[in-house]
């Protein structure tokens, strides 16, 4: 049975796996290897520490698709409308930029929701904390170090972490990674998310705003009115995103001191807004991809015996229907050695 390892529970690699598991020709072994604590990547969804029901994004806040996603991945936003982890965005967004034929969609349980669907649907072995750091070949295998415990030695792998991470890496895998040197990553943002009790109204007319004014914030969110589950026994949830000249300028800053000017900001945007319970700050050092990699649509072979792909966002485009894109294509890669 060949050992399939796939480094990042984001949106491409826990679709990566669903997919395997769903088209393999021959038993796979699959494991999902995460640096961070739980699943999702850049479609995260945290949770207040006061009320487990109250949850925020603090990713990516809803999907767009267009008529041509519509019709030649029509049967993927099936399978998750059909699951309810997707339905149709109905909240009003102010700013929100709408082209003929778009549809917006959001996530009620958290945009999260969508990976772990994923990832059940996989079956797969999913190890959290467990950041890479050398590939190595070892007797026709790649061997996989990690910053704690033992290597693993796997028939195939394949990396869906940003590109800059993927870059960083050591070992044998120096030697065939120079071509995706040419992916640039460099839209760093700032996310807040902030709780308030059971029973508190955000009396505001829009459940997300684009703001075109403020040196530092560009989007706000009341998540739960987003997604349409405001109930009376659970507080709302606010999100903040920072604009990416804000993000690029204070990236190396602590976490509190970011939180406390984000937190001046929107007080001047929403002055009545009352103390939240409690907050989370989040740091997006690779937020979005500004210019893909060329001449390699949806991945990038490095290695052929044994096999070694990169997928994501970096090889098509930075939203969920591009992670869709390149899924397929590392599956059509990996077909003749599965």
């Not at 072994?29 to 029901?53: A, I």
């Not at 904390?129 to 796997?154: A, C, M, Y």
């Not at 940003?162 to 890496?169: A, H, N």
Request: hydrophobic share 35%; glycine share 8%.
């Amino acid at each position: 049975m060949a050992r399939v390892l796939i480094v990042g529970a984001g949106l491409t690699g826990s679709l990566c796996a669903a997919l395997l598991r769903r088209e393999a020709s021959c038993p796979l072994q699959l494991s999902v290897w995460e640096k961070c604590g739980d699943s999702g990547g850049r479609m995260t969804t945290t949770t207040s520490p006061y009320n487990q029901q109250c949850t925020a994004d603090l990713g990516a806040q809803y999907i767009t698709c267009t008529p041509y996603h519509a019709k030649i991945h029509q049967s993927f936003y099936d399978e998750l409308l059909a699951h309810g982890v997707l339905k149709p965005l109905t909240s009003p967004i102010e700013g929100m930029v709408m082209k003929d034929g778009d549809l917006n969609f959001v996530a009620p349980q958290g945009v999260s929701s969508i990976i772990k669907h994923y990832l059940k649907e996989s079956g797969a072995e999913v190890c959290f904390r467990h950041g890479v750091t050398q590939i190595n070949l070892r007797n026709d295998k790649w061997e996989v170090s990690r910053e704690t415990g033992s290597p693993e030695q796997f028939d195939l792998v394949v990396l869906t972490m940003p590109v800059p991470e993927i870059l960083q890496l050591q070992g044998d895998i120096e030697n065939c990674e120079s071509a995706s040197r040419e992916v640039r990553a460099e839209c760093c943002k700032y996310a807040v998310g902030l709780f308030y009790e059971a029973g508190l109204k955000i009396d505001v007319p829009w459940a997300g705003q684009y703001i075109t004014s403020n040196p530092c914030i560009r989007f706000i969110s009341i998540d739960n009115k987003k997604r349409n589950i405001e109930s009376p026994d659970v507080g709302p949830s606010l999100v903040v995103h920072t604009t990416v000249p804000f993000g690029v300028t204070y990236l190396e800053h602590s976490t509190e001191d970011v939180q406390e000017l984000i937190s001046r900001q929107l007080e001047s945007i929403l002055p009545d807004l009352p103390q939240p319970l409690g907050t989370k700050c989040q740091k997006w050092r690779y937020s979005q991809v500004t210019s893909a990699a060329a001449n390699c649509p949806g991945q990038m072979t490095l290695h052929l015996k044994p096999f070694l792909v990169c997928g994501g966002d970096g090889f098509t485009q930075s939203n969920f229907d591009g992670c869709i894109t390149s899924a397929r294509c590392v599956l059509e890669a990996l077909k003749n050695h599965i």
